[in-house]
């Protein structure tokens, strides 16, 4: 089966910078990507990380290593609009491709 | 362009109805999801169909069955609710010829069962 592994709340300053770990196990695996959730709305896309190392897409930048099952994701600059649940989520390849997995996701809580 | 559709946006059912929630993509993707989120649990795969044809089960796919009518829709059906499936189903869809496969989610429908 598959497991994904983050912490449930990170909180921090306003202009401050937060990693957010996730580690994972499961067979199959093709690639992670990480979503921004604010309350009531729908997940939205980050970042994806199909091979090892840094990926940056302005002031967020995902890291992915395949040996060790591990993943973070970091919030560079934070605002308070960053506050927001963030999941990480792994595609599995499977008979059928296109099976997407989410983590249970971490409430990242900004304070002024 | 209006990406992933779902409706209803809320409901409310007694246990031991059933009801079908609709799905709709308009981006030529290929994979579609239903997914529930419940506080603090994160999104939970129910069902999934990699492409028109075929569904596969996520890891909660019990009370559920799904059906994959073209390329565009995808539903999820209820046949006989449970308080336990009170819950926001997310709706989504990626592309799957390979890379990113970002994954595009409707706005959710608020089920509740009493």
């Known amino acids: 089966g598959q497991s994904l592994e983050q912490p449930s709340e990170v909180t921090a300053v306003e202009g401050a910078i937060v990693q957010i770990n996730c580690t994972y196990q499961?067979?199959?695996?093709?690639?992670l990507s990480w979503y921004q959730q604010h309350d009531g709305g729908a997940p939205t896309f980050l970042s994806y990380?199909?091979?090892?190392g840094l990926e940056e897409t302005g002031r967020f930048s995902s890291f992915l290593s395949r040996s060790k099952g591990y993943s973070y994701l970091l919030l560079k600059e934070l605002q308070m609009k960053d506050s927001a649940s963030y999941f990480c989520a792994v595609r599995v390849l499977t008979d059928s491709w296109g099976k997407l997995q989410f983590g249970a996701g971490t409430q990242v809580v900004v304070t002024p | 362009n209006a990406g992933v559709t779902q409706t209803p946006k809320f409901q409310v059912l007694k246990t031991g109805q059933s009801m079908t929630l609709q799905c709709a993509q308009d981006m030529n993707h290929n994979s579609m999801y239903w997914y529930r989120q419940d506080p603090g649990m994160g999104l939970r795969l129910i069902y999934y169909?990699?492409?028109?044809?075929?569904?596969d089960k996520g890891e909660v796919p019990n009370g559920y069955n799904v059906s994959r009518l073209n390329k565009r829709e995808f539903s999820l059906r209820l046949e006989s609710a449970a308080p336990s499936q009170t819950s926001v189903y997310f709706c989504?869809?990626?592309?799957?010829?390979?890379?990113?496969?970002?994954?595009?989610f409707g706005q959710g429908t608020r089920l509740t069962v009493v």
């Open positions: 169909s990699a492409s028109e044809g075929t569904t």
């Open positions: 990380n199909g091979l090892d």
């Open positions: 989504a869809s990626s592309e799957t010829s390979g890379g990113v496969g970002e994954a595009f």
């Open positions: 499961t067979s199959g695996f093709y690639g």
